[in-house]
């Protein structure tokens, strides 16, 4: 993209240099802050809430809830900023007259494009800046008074929309590939999830005689195969109610395994406390060991599948916290071979029903112990694997692959969204003006 033909330093570090004839002013000249407050049980307009609103794009959600209390008023073509958060980038242009939640900042346009505005508030540049001065540790906001300062360029009004429809264009078109990304990689998951299912339910070798079930999701399975509740091929043990009290936060002291630590596949340690290394004793029970499987029993599905995890050696040593389950493949059982069973779309069959109309979704040791599953020989189980993980490593590689892709456009698009706003770039449509126009303040 080509670029101005002068430039002179904007005074503002995360500007650094812009066009020679922009204006640089602070945001509340530009952008009026709108204050009107409306009880939503006594108007008909339309709510938006923080969750209405996508991160980084801007596109409304629609939701079905009902919300009671204050809200900000907003007229079409004002624009939306999210300040509990910043770093979401919850930033969206209206289109019609609506109420949305105080979390938003609402503002509104003096003179030029609103469009404009909206992208530099949602460029990445912007959204750092604001980012570094929340306040609050745990709801971090940002201030309306510290935003209002923040000094901006201001093109003139024929760049504005020339750079505001430039944008559009272009995010649109990245948009358009990372969806079409997104959706090849839901469907290499799927295909990988038929493969496990297929898999641990009908074996390997196409010709093996087959039997019906007796469970309408999972059909027949081989004829050879074991057929039981899977309490009679697993031991399990809940964790223990470790007294919160007592918790560590001395990385020297032993890890505890908390559901907030299990995730579809792996173990996240992000949010970790630890239990006192004297006590740890008392508890060896609880002790974990590498390729024990672990399974949060609330909340025990979420959008990126079944929340289990097998325990490796970076995870150790750890102890079994209460409302996560170690599960260990019995004599004859192999535990990896239970984690792919468990982790496939028969499990989810079984339990989603029981979790329908639950506000915190939950699952019991009965509820594992009382799945009815195929068990293959030993030797049978560990070729399956062998199968599972060759495949599913080819399948690994595309997604891992196309996340990589959609990482690098998506990059891409703030970089030129941020180079659009602060005229690093010249966009289309845009001359170099012979005059300044009226100034802004």
Not at 119 to 142: C, E, H, Q, W
Not at 198 to 204: C, E, K, M, S
Not at 221 to 241: E, N, T
Not at 323 to 339: A, D, F, L, M
């Amino acid at each position: 993209m080509p670029s101005y033909e002068s430039y002179k330093d904007s005074g503002v570090e995360w500007l650094g240099e812009i066009p020679s004839h922009w204006q640089v002013v602070p945001l509340k000249y530009a952008l009026s802050l709108a204050s009107e407050k409306v009880i939503t049980r006594q108007s008909n307009l339309k709510y938006i809430g923080m969750e209405n609103v996508e991160s980084f794009t801007g596109r409304f959600i629609e939701t079905a809830s009902e919300v009671e209390g204050m809200a900000n008023r907003f007229l079409a073509g004002d624009i939306l900023f999210g300040k509990l958060r910043p770093y979401l980038s919850k930033v969206a242009l209206t289109e019609v007259e609506g109420l949305c939640s105080t979390e938003f900042l609402v503002y509104r346009a003096r003179q030029g494009s609103s469009k404009y505005f909206r992208y530099l508030m949602t460029s990445s540049s912007f959204i750092d800046l604001v980012n570094a001065s929340t306040y609050g540790s745990k709801m971090p906001r940002a201030s309306a008074d510290f935003i209002g300062i923040q000094r901006i360029p201001i093109p003139t009004k024929q760049e504005q929309t020339a750079i505001a429809a430039f944008l559009d264009r272009k995010t649109a078109q990245i948009e358009q590939a990372v969806n079409i990304k997104e959706r090849q990689i839901t469907l290499l998951k799927e295909r990988k999830q038929i493969l496990i299912q297929n898999a641990v339910t009908r074996g390997l070798n196409s010709d093996a005689p087959m039997r019906d079930s007796g469970v309408e999701w999972i059909g027949h399975v081989p004829k050879h195969w074991k057929f039981a509740k899977l309490k009679h091929h697993i031991d399990m043990l809940p964790g223990f109610a470790f007294k919160s009290s007592l918790y560590s936060s001395n990385s020297e002291d032993i890890k505890l395994l908390r559901g907030v630590n299990v995730n579809p596949g792996n173990t996240d340690w992000g949010e970790v406390v630890y239990w006192p290394k004297k006590e740890a004793a008392d508890y060896s029970k609880y002790n974990l060991a590498k390729g024990d499987l672990v399974m949060a029993m609330d909340r025990p599905w979420i959008s990126s599948g079944i929340r289990l995890s097998l325990i490796d050696e970076e995870d150790l040593p750890c102890l079994l916290l209460q409302r996560v389950v170690r599960i260990r493949g019995k004599s004859g059982v192999c535990t990896k071979y239970v984690s792919n069973t468990l982790s496939s779309n028969i499990f989810l069959s079984y339990f989603e029903p029981m979790l329908t109309g639950i506000s915190v979704p939950h699952i019991s040791t009965d509820q594992i112990g009382n799945f009815s599953c195929p068990v293959p020989p030993y030797d049978e189980q560990l070729e399956i694997l062998d199968y599972i993980e060759t495949e599913s490593a080819k399948l690994d590689k595309g997604i891992t692959l196309l996340e990589q892709q959609i990482t690098k456009l998506k990059e891409y698009k703030a970089t030129l969204i941020n180079s659009a706003v602060t005229g690093k770039i010249k966009v289309p449509g845009v001359g170099e003006p012979a005059r300044r126009e009226e100034k802004v303040a």
